[in-house]
């Protein structure tokens, strides 16, 4: 419940603290990228906690797809992903 008392600025916070953490070892391909991307906002927000279950895995795959088929938001969540990335030949 404590995650439904933090602000926006918060959430932004502790997304960047994880993401700079957790995207460098996912590498560069944008479906991990942004399944990591829904898997981070959605623990941050309280919806899936501890170990994911088969409806939670299903659900972040359905965001993740929708968010890949939708070129504006993947570009925008690609080039905001990059900033957390080592540097180096993107794929």
Same mark, same amino acid.
Request: net charge negative; hydrophobic share 45%; aromatic share 4%.
């Given at each position: 419940?404590?995650?439904?008392?933090? %602000? %926006?600025?918060?959430?932004?916070?502790?997304?960047?603290?994880? $993401? *700079?953490?957790?995207? !460098?070892?996912? =590498?560069?391909? !944008?479906?991990?990228?942004?399944?990591? *991307?829904?898997?981070?906002?959605? $623990?941050?927000? #309280?919806?899936?906690? =501890? *170990? !994911?279950?088969? #409806?939670?895995? &299903?659900?972040?795959?359905?965001?993740? &797809?929708?968010?890949?088929? &939708?070129?504006?938001?993947?570009?925008? %969540?690609?080039?905001?992903?990059?900033?957390?990335?080592?540097? =180096? !030949?993107?794929?």
């Amino acid at each position: 419940m404590a995650n439904l008392a933090l %602000s %926006s600025f918060e959430k932004q916070k502790k997304f960047n603290a994880l $993401a *700079q953490v957790v995207l !460098p070892y996912v =590498g560069t391909d !944008p479906a991990r990228l942004i399944l990591t *991307q829904v898997m981070i906002v959605l $623990a941050i927000e #309280g919806v899936v906690s =501890g *170990q !994911p279950s088969v #409806g939670d895995r &299903d659900m972040v795959k359905m965001i993740r &797809d929708a968010a890949l088929l &939708d070129d504006e938001q993947r570009q925008k %969540s690609l080039e905001m992903l990059q900033a957390f990335l080592p540097e =180096g !030949p993107s794929t």
